[in-house]
């Protein structure tokens, strides 16, 4: 059974959280709740959960100060959100959970499973260091982080040259560094990496524009090559928005 702490500093969406979590939940036990960074850190201490609810936005400071001040952590962690915005694609790149509000059940059990399964706290706090250094970076500076088969890397977005899809895993090809290969699909990475100049030119492909040298017409299909030599398909259908792509460089 998971000990879990709901901190929220709006009392009537803590307990909606809270009833949700005891009914789609049976595994998770709910200790206390809290509704400020400092009453959080209290009931932390005192309680010891083994995972957290934890708003982003309260009175006295962020969810992130309250962590910043717990450090090291040794209970799992998933942000509740009302907004979609810089933070949430700083959760995508450090492969923390998080959950938008209202919670939804079944996303809900999904972030609780993986909680439970989830590694060791040393893994978790290299996700929250990564977590807190991008959002102190600039957008176009943020790290990824990278789950392969036996290791978890951090590596900068702006070093990935593109990435290749496998049926359910993506090759990551880098300018400087050996290819890594992680356990989920393009389509996950497509979303979080389109808005840092990332291209889709095929279903298996995905191109850093940053990294565009020149384009090959050709009968036997369209190419392009990167400026470190790897070519990569261009789909007939994806052909024209990336002529208009590149205009536009």
Sequence with gaps: MLRALVIDDI???????????????????????????????????????DIVFLDVEMPDGSGFDLLQKLKPINFKVIFITGHEDFAIRAFRFSAIDYLLKPLESNLLVEAVKKAEESLGKE????KLSNLFANLERPKNLQKLILKTADKIY??????????????????????????LVVSTNLKEYETML????????????????AYFDHFIKADGGNRIVMKNKLTIPLSVRKKEDFLILLENL
């Design 11 to 49: 009392e009537t969406i803590r307990k909606r959280h809270i009833a949700i979590i005891k009914s789609s939940c049976p595994n998770v036990s709910i200790v206390g709740q809290a509704d400020s960074v400092e009453s959080g850190i209290a009931q932390i201490k005192q309680l010891a959960p």
């Design 194 to 209: 389109t808005p840092f100049h990332f291209f889709r030119t095929h279903k298996s492909h995905l191109i850093n524009m």
């Design 123 to 126: 893994i978790f706090d290299m």
């Design 154 to 179: 951090s590596v900068n977005i702006q070093d990935v040259v593109s990435c290749e899809a496998d049926k359910n895993y993506t090759t990551f090809n880098f300018i400087n560094a050996p290819q």
